[in-house]
């Protein structure tokens, strides 16, 4: 039996977005006297949403601050990074081609990013409409590790057997905890060449 669905984790799968949401906030934050570089972002923000991100930098902070204090930074967040990826949207032309001839599946995005960041980069790079369901951070109560996202955006889907692609371990075990196959890719090149042999293949050689 072959997958009649696809569904994708968005930074850094379909987009390469990680550095843009490194810098922006690092530019949102640094009012507060808030630091940090991307080795930091990338061990431990990758695959995780917003609330839970702001939550970590605000224990680290000296002395402590409240989380709420740092999500008051998100609208100015938010704007750095749109004025960055709408400028360039950071989705390749070759993933781009892959999504448009995907056209005998189901598409998903499931990501815990902010529909506001996700959505117009989607449109910009002309995929948005290819997609039956995008699944974001206001859409569900509990993220990633979560399988609530997942389990979500199968149920609107009605797929019946489903490949989740994932860079994050986080991202990799909420598929798996929502009963997905899993491809865990390094980034949107790895995209290009892994997801045709995967969808050949089927389950045994996935996981």
Sequence with gaps: M?????LFDFDGVLADTEP????????ALEPLGITFDWDFYRSEAIGISDADLL??????????????????????????????????????????????ELNHHKLAVVT???????????????????FQVIITAEDVAAHKPDPEPYLTAARRLGCKRGLAVEDSQAGAAAARA????????????????????ALEVGAAQVR
């Design 112 to 130: 815990s990013t902010s529909r506001s960041e996700v959505e117009p980069v989607l449109a910009a790079a002309g995929l948005w409409p290819y």
């Design 20 to 27: 843009l949401h490194c810098a922006a906030w690092q530019r």
């Design 178 to 197: 929502a009963g997905l196959d899993v491809l865990q890719v390094k980034g949107p090149s790895e995209l290009i060449g892994k997801l045709g042999a």
């Design 2 to 6: 072959v997958y009649d669905a696809v």
């Design 55 to 100: 939550a970590l930098l605000a224990r680290r902070s000296r002395p402590p601050m409240p989380a709420e204090a740092l999500w008051q930074c998100y609208p100015r967040k938010r704007d750095i990074f749109l004025k960055l990826a709408l400028a360039d949207p950071p989705i390749p032309p070759a993933v781009r081609n892959l999504i448009q």
